[in-house]
């Protein structure tokens, strides 16, 4: 399998060699090996992977892709960076919060030109908007004052935002308006995903998953997992998403919209944190995180059947994935990192 590459730091290729001998001999990677797993994966090779170079180190929390070379990236201090040649440059973007003591956690963009952002600001939960591809970004009307860490955007003039204490609200009108929802939880929601306009998921602390299959109207909550935290969530279709979180987890929504269950990856049951997933066509899905802080990537090419370790070759954390294509994936993570596969 192929694998990710960035110039931000180097792991010991002698170091790597061992730890990949070591965990060859042993099987399967375990929780005792949570900084050993990481450095194994990244003896494989790195064909087809390049760096991504970010004008700045602040930490990037969710990345948004909506055409095949336009991509947007969010985080910490308010930061917005986009490119439009396939992350042959990224640019960072100046928006009410840049520099400031708020943060961004989550993008979504129903177009190449119109992304929404949201996060917090200094005292109140925030969402950002642009309709000119990031030439402006300007505050929306939310007075929420709960903290918002994800956002999906089935439509063009349709999102959902979710966050803390299970907040929920909705826009019908392009962000004009912004409709708190009850989500049927009090647990922080950390992410979302809408397959169609009508449906969509949400996932959060304590394994809990919400879902809306009329439009947002009413939502229904539910256990996906043992109490296992889960950060992100995507979906092939309807009735096929997958959600990613600690503990190496990934559980699959069944045919029935309703209940999920758990699959066997290589991170299963082990320190690792699973942080966001992409499913760019009904067969391929790619899942990203870190082990003890050092970035992990994963990848499905049968469904979310089976899951191969792939090289990420970043000592940083990987916090969230998008993928345009099959073939052309971004993901973003702890000071500044940005990863690709093209």
Known sequence: MRGWTHGKRTIPFVLALVLALVLALAGLPTGGGRGATAFAASAQGSSGWATQNDPQQQTLNDVACPAARVCYAVGSEGTIVATTDGGGAWRQQRTPLSGSYGSLSGVACPSAGRCYAVGQSTTAGAILATTNGGASWTGQAYSGHNTLAAVACPGGETCYAVGENGTIVATTDGGASWVARSSGTTEDLTGVA?????????????????????????????????????????????????????????????????????????????????????????????AVGAVADSGVALASLDGGRTWSNQTSDTSQRLNHVACPSASACYAVGDGGVIVARS
């Open 194 to 286: 809408c397959p169609a306009i009508a449906t969509c998921d949400a996932v959060g602390d304590n394994g809990t998953a919400s879902s809306t299959a009329n439009g947002g109207r009413t939502w229904r909550s539910r256990a996906a997992t043992d109490g296992k935290e889960l950060h992100g969530v995507a979906c092939m279709g309807v009735a096929a998403c997958f959600a990613a979180g600690f503990y190496g987890t990934l559980v699959r929504l069944a045919a029935d919209g309703r209940h999920w269950s758990p699959v066997k990856n290589p991170y299963s049951d082990t320190y690792a944190e699973l942080r966001g997933v992409s499913c760019p066509t009904a067969t391929v899905c790619y």
